[in-house]
């Protein structure tokens, strides 16, 4: 494990598997770098790979008050960690995390994102507008079960029996250790819009990928997004869902962050 400051003073810990080109991976909500390593391994094969834990998380640091700001500073210290320069691969909440990291001018040489929750269409409802003030309210009221059970129910939008059982699963504490950064990324993914004017803002070559059995306002999403991006492309792994399979994700990956200008999969 490696570590590194970001700007306010929070240490950012990450792995660095393999040797080549630096690929830095943004996980998404309600995970931590564990989520990734999968993933990581698999493209160590071809790149430095950079997995680290975001804010609150894991192995890394926290400094209250949270901002979207801080959390791309902190991808920004990765990135100098990386060299100076970084391909960049996000998933889901973390998706809209690198968008915005890459519209604030980090050195993201590509982008690769991974079903971003962005809303485009009725298909759907939004989640409720105070969804992160609920998160840290009922955090700090010592019921990180409670807001665990909100975000599976209300923001994902899982059967209300899935989440009664989820409740006694094993995995449960290590999902409630991370309640508190539910907010987090209710922060980053504001009203759930496309942010257009800082997707449109966005130069770097960048591939969204869908799955071809995730929901069709995720494919719906994945479209959107990559028709605003300027130098944007889309690509739909058929068989997939939104928990997708890093057998399955990291071909696509090593290709477009090996071809050059972000060559199509």
Known sequence: ???VTSKDGTTIAFDRPGEGPPVILVCGGSTARSANASLATLLAARFTV????????????????????????????????????????GTSSGAALALEA?????AVTKLALWEPPFIVDD???????????????????GRRGDAVEFFMAKVVGLPAEF????????WWPAQEALAHTLAYDAT???DYSVPTERVASVAAPTLVI????????????????????????????????????????????????????????
């Open 210 to 265: 869908d799955g071809g059995a995730s929901p069709a306002w995720m494919r719906n999403t994945a479209k959107a997004v990559a028709d605003v991006l300027p130098a944007g492309q889309r690509h739909t792994l058929m068989g997939q869902e939104h928990n997708v399979a890093p057998d399955a994700l990291a071909p696509v990956l090593e290709k477009f962050f090996a071809g050059r200008n972000g060559t199509r999969p």
């Open 1 to 3: 494990m490696y570590h």
């Open 50 to 89: 950079f997995n680290y834990d975001r804010r609150g998380r894991g192995a890394s640091g926290d400094t209250p008050p949270y901002a979207v700001e801080r959390e791309v500073e902190d991808l920004d210290a990765v990135i100098a960690a990386a060299g100076g320069s970084a391909s960049v691969y």
């Open 123 to 141: 298909s759907r409802p939004r989640p409720p507008a105070d969804t992160a003030t609920t998160y840290t309210e009922l955090v700090s009221a």
């Open 102 to 106: 890459a519209a604030s001018g980090l």
């Open 188 to 190: 980053i993914m504001g």
């Open 163 to 170: 989440v009664a059982e989820a409740r006694k699963s094993p």
